[in-house]
């Protein structure tokens, strides 16, 4: 009932920047924290960045001062600006969401989108 659509994915050479959006969409829902996560081929998915209601910031080591997370409450909607990109940045990007919908406010749930795929080449 609440679903998260992701865009922005694509191919990039290294050192491009891409810009990931997640919208999310449904009827009497509320968020908390969002996020985004990737998991590379072969490879077990990963935290890339979070970022609560409020706007506190949590990013992987890997990617600090190369991307940047935000979020427009209003349109229920996360960013992710991903600059200096690098070919170990390809995955497969998943947006997440805490979600809880009426009449129970206060049970959240994790949401998940079908992901987008970011390929940087070299």
């Known amino acids: 009932q609440v679903q998260l659509v992701e865009s922005g994915g694509g191919l990039v050479q290294a050192g491009g920047s891409l810009r990931l959006s997640c919208a999310a969409s449904?009827?009497?829902?509320?968020?908390?924290?969002m996020g985004w996560y990737r998991q590379a081929p072969g490879k077990q998915r990963e935290l890339v960045a979070t970022?609560?209601?409020?706007?506190?910031?949590n990013y992987a080591d890997s990617v600090k001062g190369r991307f940047t997370i935000s979020r427009d409450n209003a349109k229920n909607t996360v960013y992710l600006q991903m600059n200096s990109l690098i070919p170990e940045d390809t995955a497969l990007y998943y947006c997440?969401?805490?979600?809880?919908?009426?009449?129970?406010?206060?049970?959240?749930?994790?949401?998940w989108g079908q992901g987008t795929l970011v390929t940087v080449s070299s």
């Open positions: 970022i609560t209601k409020s706007g506190d910031l």
């Open positions: 997440n969401a805490d979600v809880a919908r009426f009449p129970r406010i206060n049970t959240y749930s994790e949401v």
């Open positions: 449904g009827s009497a829902f509320r968020i908390n924290a």
